[in-house]
């Protein structure tokens, strides 16, 4: 099935069902992978009207922000979704990720940190821990992470 085929079928859902939220977060999935950045966080914004606690749609919205270069949006949002999941550690990684492009290298150190209390094998973490010690000066800190995120397969 292509990403075209894929949209139209999520379409096909919220045409059937307005208030499916898990529609629009695939929805706006897709349209992300598609580069159709405002139509995807149109998506997730409905899905949030529709589902208020739903961390993916949050974390959703945060990518897309994220592609947009509104990375205190993002930041908002990721941080919503920690607070909505706060035992889904990809969003404290997302936050991270965020953190870190707004050059906050301690507060992205820490999102990574508490990533890694709730998966500890989670190469991603492993590695923005490593970018974010790597800025900090703590060069051997960070070699460590980086060989723990290579060790779990980051880049595979």
Request: proline letters at 3%; glycine letters at 6%; aromatic letters at 10%.
């Amino acid at each position: 099935m292509s990403y075209e085929e894929a949209l139209a079928a999520f379409e096909h859902a919220n045409d059937l069902d307005l208030e499916f939220a898990t529609a629009y977060i695939n929805k706006g999935k897709v349209l992300r992978v598609l580069q159709r950045y405002e139509e995807a966080l149109a998506a997730y914004e409905r899905a949030i009207q529709l589902d208020p606690d739903n961390a993916e749609a949050y974390n959703g919205k945060g990518n897309v922000l994220g592609k947009l270069e509104r990375y205190q949006d993002a930041l908002t949002a990721y941080e919503l979704a920690t607070i909505h999941a706060p035992k889904n550690p990809v969003s404290y990684v997302n936050l991270g990720d965020t953190l870190f492009d707004l050059k906050r290298y301690n507060a992205s150190l820490t999102a990574y940190e508490d990533a890694l209390r709730l998966d500890p094998n989670l190469s991603d973490a492993h590695h923005g821990k490593g970018n974010a010690l790597e800025q900090l000066g703590r060069l051997e800190e960070a070699q460590q992470a980086y060989e723990r995120a290579v060790a779990l397969g980051y880049g595979d």
